[in-house]
Nanobody
């Protein structure tokens, strides 16, 4: 069993920045992938960014060039640096860890982009 604890969400003005953190309760060294998804009201959950076991990264089209995913393996933590935020980035952001046997999800953290 793995617990994922997210932090860093909040209210920010358009054009602003936030950094989300996701700390895992065990080593992330052997995981298949770890990443962030988001879900806005009335919409399906979508991939924001993921970092694979070998270190390569994937991004959703709407965040490319604005968001950066990174990891700190000794701290078992993945980060999502979000810049140039837009109102359409408003959503609950969920951390995800994909192991060889199953997916794990965090409880979600709200990000609201509004003036």
């Amino acid at each position: 069993q793995v617990q994922l604890v997210e932090s860093g969400g909040g209210l920010v003005q358009p054009g602003g920045s936030l950094r989300l953190s996701c700390a895992a309760s065990r080593s992330i060294l052997s995981m298949n992938a770890m990443g962030w998804y988001r879900q806005a009201p009335g919409k399906q959950r979508e991939l924001v960014a993921a970092i694979l076991g070998g270190g390569s990264t994937n991004y959703g089209d709407s965040v490319k060039g604005r968001f950066t995913i990174s990891r700190d393996i000794p701290k078992n933590t993945v980060y999502l640096e979000m810049n140039s935020l837009k109102p359409e980035d408003t959503a609950v952001y969920y951390c995800n860890l994909e192991s060889t046997s199953r997916n794990y999800w965090g409880q979600g953290t709200q990000v609201t982009v509004s003036s």
